[in-house]
């Protein structure tokens, strides 16, 4: 079990992302949370690619200034729709955009996550397909005013308000949140974190 794995390493969350420090304590991990200031590359036009390169430059930006006997983790989470990337958003009118973009829809969630220990680094990823509600438009209007989407690719928070768009969900909960637990136990078994 992960905290059992971690229990005696010190875990460095490359992420300013309240989620996933929550992700982590809920269990039983206790992260020092040291964003990375690296500019995350928008130039890949593949979903998993792009995800798993923008985790794995925060991961590497942390992992350079740490003892090797830091567990560094990092995640990038974007949402692909319609054969479009889309990341958290610009302005408000571009995530209203967005959400108009997701209604009555489909769209993947990708997250790539990002471990590093002892010198080495395993980088993954996970999809999951979302499947939202028709919004009308005083229903984005609304949301937006709870300020929730403003961090959010793709300008919804699962886990939020914004859970009630959420028709249907195929796949990791956790992924859609920008943190899969599942994918996370795996790196760290293929690590040999013990």
């Keep these: 079990m992960i905290h059992k794995l971690l229990k005696n390493k010190k875990v460095v969350l490359a992420s300013q992302s309240p989620r996933r420090k929550e ?3 809920m269990l039983g991990v206790n992260a020092l949370q040291v964003p990375s200031t690296v500019e ?3 130039t890949l036009s593949n979903p998993s690619q792009l995800a798993m390169n923008n985790a794995k430059l925060k991961v590497m930006d942390i992992t350079n ?3 090797r006997e830091c567990v560094v983790v990092g995640a990038d989470t974007i949402v692909y729709a319609n054969h479009e990337i889309l990341g958290k958003p610009k302005s408000i009118y ?3 955009e967005q ?4 209604s009555n829809s489909f769209h993947y969630v990708y997250t790539g996550l990002s471990v590093s220990y002892r010198g080495e680094n395993i980088t993954k990823f996970l999809r999951t397909k979302v499947i939202f ?3 009308s438009e005083t229903e984005i209007d609304d949301y937006f005013m709870t300020k929730e989407p403003l961090d959010k690719a793709g300008s919804y928070g699962i886990q939020g308000f914004g859970s009630q768009f959420v028709k249907k969900i195929v796949g990791d909960y956790f992924n859609v949140m920008g943190f899969p637990i599942s994918l996370f136990y795996e790196i760290l078994k293929d690590l040999g974190v013990e």
């Design 40 to 42: 995350e590359d928008l």
């Design 94 to 96: 571009d995530g209203k």
């Design 65 to 67: 200034k740490m003892d």
């Design 23 to 25: 992700v982590l304590k």
């Design 133 to 135: 509600c028709e919004l």
């Design 99 to 102: 959400l108009r973009k997701l």
